[in-house]
C-alpha cells in the first residue's frame, strides 16, 4: 500500500511522508497520544481516539471468512479454551476483542505477535491468538487450529470482519484531510495495479516468508475493501462496534466518523 509513495509513482501534492515501521500494538499505544497524523490502528482501538483521529475510507484490513486464528498443539473446544490461558498479540487489538465475543471473559497474558507461535510450539502457552503471516504458517510449524475468528465472524454476522484501519489526525484540518486521502488511496490503487513490484517492495519489511505465501498473505488482506469499504465494509464497522459496546468494551458512546 505504502509502495506507490516510495517509489514515486504517486504526485503528494506537497506532502511529506514517512514510513514509521512498528507493530500493531505500538501503533496502537502512540494513537493514544496523536503521535502520528497518520497510522495503522486496530479498529478495537479508534473509539479510544475517535475525539483526535478520523478514519480513512481506504486502508482497511479486512478478511471474508478468514481472520485471527486461536491454535494450540492439539484442537481445543470453545469450553477447553476458556479454561486455559491464552496468549494475545496485546489487548489493544480487534482480534483480542473478537476473541472476547466469542468467548466471553477468558485468562490471557500480552506477548509481541511475533512470538506468540513459538511460545505455544515450545508448550510456554497452551494456546496462542495469532494475527498476520502466522494465520498461514501454524499448521507448518506442527500446531492445530482451535478456531478461526474469521470464520466465525462470518457465520456469526453474515460480513467481513474489520480488524486494521487508517485514520488521520483532525487537526490536520478538512481540506487537508481530503486532499491526503486522495494521496494514500491512489497510492493503494497503484500498488494493486502493480502488484509483482508493491510486493518486491514489501518483502524488504518481511519476516521470512517466501514469496508465493507473502503474496498469498496480501492476497487475504490488501483486496477491494482496502480500496475502498464500500456499503458492506461500513456495515461491518458499525457492527463489530456495536457489539463491542455491547460487551462494555468502552466507557464513551462509538461514534463511526468517515474522512468524506
Not at 49 to 78: F, I, N, W
Request: proline residues 3%; hydrophobic residues 45%.
Amino acid at each position: 500500500m505504502f509502495w506507490g509513495l516510495a517509489s514515486g509513482e504517486v504526485d503528494t501534492r506537497d506532502f511529506e511522508f514517512e514510513h514509521v515501521l512498528r507493530d500493531i500494538q505500538t501503533l496502537n499505544e502512540w494513537a493514544l497520544e496523536a503521535r502520528l497524523e497518520v497510522t495503522a490502528l486496530s479498529l478495537h482501538s479508534y473509539p479510544l481516539v475517535q475525539d483526535r483521529y478520523v478514519l480513512l475510507p481506504h486502508g482497511a484490513s479486512m478478511g471474508s471468512g478468514y481472520g485471527p486464528v486461536v491454535v494450540s498443539r492439539e484442537p481445543l473446544s470453545r469450553e477447553e479454551l476458556r479454561s486455559v490461558e491464552i496468549t494475545i498479540p496485546g489487548r489493544m487489538t480487534t482480534a483480542y476483542l473478537v476473541l472476547r465475543m466469542y468467548l466471553g471473559d477468558f485468562r490471557f497474558r500480552e506477548a509481541p505477535f511475533d512470538r506468540i507461535l513459538d511460545d505455544v510450539v515450545s508448550g510456554d502457552a497452551a494456546a496462542g491468538l495469532l494475527i498476520h503471516e502466522g494465520q498461514l504458517t501454524y499448521a507448518a510449524a506442527g500446531l492445530a487450529k482451535s478456531v478461526d475468528l474469521g470464520e466465525w465472524w462470518l457465520l456469526e454476522t453474515g460480513l467481513p470482519l474489520p480488524l486494521g484501519v487508517n485514520v488521520a489526525r483532525r487537526d490536520l484540518g478538512e481540506e487537508a484531510l481530503h486532499e491526503l486521502s486522495d494521496v494514500l488511496r491512489e497510492s493503494i490503487e497503484v500498488g494493486l495495479a502493480n502488484r509483482r513490484r508493491a510486493l518486491s517492495y514489501a518483502m524488504q519489511f518481511g519476516r521470512g516468508l517466501d514469496d508465493d505465501l507473502a503474496d498469498r498473505f496480501v492476497g487475504m488482506y490488501v483486496n477491494d475493501f482496502t480500496c475502498d469499504y464500500g456499503d458492506e465494509g461500513r456495515q461491518a464497522v458499525h457492527e463489530l462496534l456495536r457489539r463491542a459496546e455491547a460487551i462494555g468494551a468502552y466507557e464513551q458512546p462509538v461514534r463511526v466518523d468517515f474522512v468524506a
